[in-house]
């Protein structure tokens, strides 16, 4: 029996809120039925099926929302997830959770204790070729080591830094490929500029010595966006600026040392969109009427981390 699209409410219509808007226009299962943003053009966006309002409370207060998405600052996570999750609503939160881990750590406990339900969309935790790596790490043996980096040229932010802009993306994956305890973390600025752009290094230690090494910068002259993962005789890199996003060599026992007579070689994956997975992902969470708390948990650990790098900067 077929089943009834979900009614979902947006709050924001920035930059990422436009791209959330055209990917639940274009779902069939999903309907954009509330949407709460100061912008003019907003109406324009969303399309005729979708109820516009100033007022984000106006959405938690409607009663006829399935789950509510929240494309808003970081500084703005804790109020509304915690209204929403009260008014028994799902959420889908950017990434970070928040800014600060022991509110991060109380968000989760109040979350826990309504029963209530927490989307963190770490984007690129759903990208196919990242996913086909997590895949290929269970064919290819121990990690040995992590090597990623992020960034562009800008955005220099008012609200947040280029730590917790990129980091959490880069933060999010390493956890989450790694899976096993964190024993450690360690940051160094790179560079700094007057206008508030910089470069950071990060070094993520885990317990039984896996490190995973992380650059982070708005001061690139392009996009950076890739991950490369280390195994004995192997390296997978996911680069999501490549047509070719995932590449497998066959390398010696030097991860640093291609075997040049084997040449790279690109892994097939889906071709579905990191948002659109995402979003689907909620989606079966709020049909199942899940209180899994995994990615909640993830989120609280990617903000510790980024505090802790944070601590390590201003040391």
Same mark, same amino acid.
């Given at each position: ?73 970081p500084a703005l996570h804790d ?22 881990a022991a509110k991060a750590r ?31 790490s269970l064919i290819l043996g ?29 933060? &999010?994956?390493?956890? =989450?490929? !790694?899976?096993?305890? /964190?024993?450690?973390?360690?940051? +160094?600025? $790179? #560079? ?95 049909? &199942?009427?899940?209180? =899994?708390? !995994?990615?909640?948990? /993830?989120?609280?650990?990617?903000? +510790?981390? $980024? #505090? ?8």
């Amino acid at each position: 029996m077929a089943t009834r699209p979900l009614r979902l409410g947006l709050v924001g219509a920035g930059r990422w809120g436009r791209n959330i808007i055209r990917t639940l226009n274009a779902a069939p299962d999903l309907t954009l039925a509330r949407l709460a943003s100061s912008n003019p053009e907003a109406a324009g966006w969303a399309g005729p099926q979708c109820q516009v309002t100033k007022r984000w409370r106006d959405l938690i207060r409607a009663h006829d929302l399935d789950g509510l998405v929240l494309a808003v600052p970081p500084a703005l996570h804790d109020t509304m997830v915690r209204a929403a999750v009260k008014a028994g609503l799902p959420v889908f939160v950017e990434k970070p959770l928040t800014t600060d881990a022991a509110k991060a750590r109380a968000l989760a406990r109040y979350v826990a204790g309504q029963g209530g339900y927490v989307f963190i969309d770490h984007i690129h935790l759903f990208n196919p070729a990242y996913q086909t790596v997590k895949r290929q790490s269970l064919i290819l043996g121990s990690i040995e080591s992590i090597v990623s980096g992020g960034g562009n040229d800008g955005p220099v932010r008012d609200d947040v830094s280029v730590l917790w802009d990129y980091g959490p993306h880069d933060v &999010a994956l390493a956890l =989450d490929l !790694a899976a096993r305890p /964190l024993a450690g973390v360690a940051a +160094e600025r $790179l #560079e700094k500029r007057a206008d508030g752009g910089e470069t950071l290094a990060l070094t993520l230690t885990f317990d039984d010595g896996l490190k995973a090494e992380i650059t982070l910068s708005n001061i690139l002259d392009h996009k950076r966006r890739f991950m490369a993962v280390h195994f004995r005789g192997h390296m997978l890199l996911f680069d999501d600026t490549q047509d070719d996003k995932l590449i497998l060599e066959r390398r010696n026992d030097s991860p640093r040392c291609i075997v040049e007579e084997e040449p790279p070689r690109a892994l097939d994956y889906d071709p579905e969109a990191p948002l659109t997975r995402a979003l689907n992902a909620f989606a079966q969470a709020v049909r &199942a009427q899940s209180t =899994d708390t !995994a990615g909640l948990d /993830l989120g609280v650990r990617v903000v +510790e981390v $980024l #505090e802790q790098a944070e601590r390590s900067l201003a040391a």
